[in-house]
């Protein structure tokens, strides 16, 4: 989370019924250009047990930090092609953005995610806005009410929120960012709530290695989120499925994600 003040706010909107195989990865270039960025990328740690992801898996899937209606008690997430759509008029953050959904794609095996130049077709639709102009933009999104507390309860600096259907696949997301509070500021929302608004959107304070958490700060896609984020949209974590229902098929699953992370990451035996 950003050191300035508390950025995250998650919502999760109920309604009634209304892959991609890269090669070898390494970390973004840009993303060592920032000293901040660059200096966690040096520190990070990388190997975790089998428990220790898990741990984090379970605790972001499930739950909500803050949902507005419906169960939040079954795996959500995306059914089909995900594609993002920048709304807002500085270039650069939308070519810094383009960049950061690259590099998702790229880590994230069964997950199809692009940019589109086209709204009509984006399920993912990212506002840019000044800072100056985030609670005006969160009223135009939920509500003059819901805006309010929103604000009084998370005083959030970026946001991000989904709707899903029935089957709790996710059918829509809104994410929210701010472009004028410096670089750093601007991948650690960026990564945290794309990531989060394609499923995994409870923060958890008891696992310090996820971006998840509202005490540590990224800026870039971490190795612990990889693997949550892997496990996540592995097809046989389906949208739906109990706490029950993942124990059951997550130790297979999560030999092949083990497999799929060491190889994008070129991580040591």
Known sequence: MCTLRRILAVLVLAIAPAAIMPGLVAPPAWSGENPSIAARQRNEKKAF?????????????????????????????????????????????????????????????????????SSEIANVRVKLVRDRDLYRTITTFYGSERAKEIRSSLDPQCLSGFRKNDNFEIEHSDVILTVDNGDFVFFDCAYEELLQS??????????????????????????????ILNLLYDPRIKAGMTVQDVKAVLPDVLADVRAWVKKVNNLPE
């Open 49 to 117: 047990t089998d428990s220790e992801i898990i741990e984090g898996f379970m605790k972001t899937a499930f739950g909500a930090e803050y949902h507005l209606a419906g169960r939040v008690d079954r795996i959500r997430k995306y059914d089909s092609p995900i594609r993002v759509f920048a709304d807002g008029t500085r270039a650069d953050r939308k070519a810094q953005l383009g960049k950061i959904v690259g590099d998702i794609a790229a880590k994230v095996q069964h997950l199809d995610i692009a940019m589109t130049e």
């Open 198 to 227: 394609l499923g995994p959107i409870n923060d958890t304070s008891s696992v310090p290695w996820t971006m998840f958490n509202d005490n540590v700060s990224m800026g870039y896609f971490d190795v612990y989120d990889q693997y």
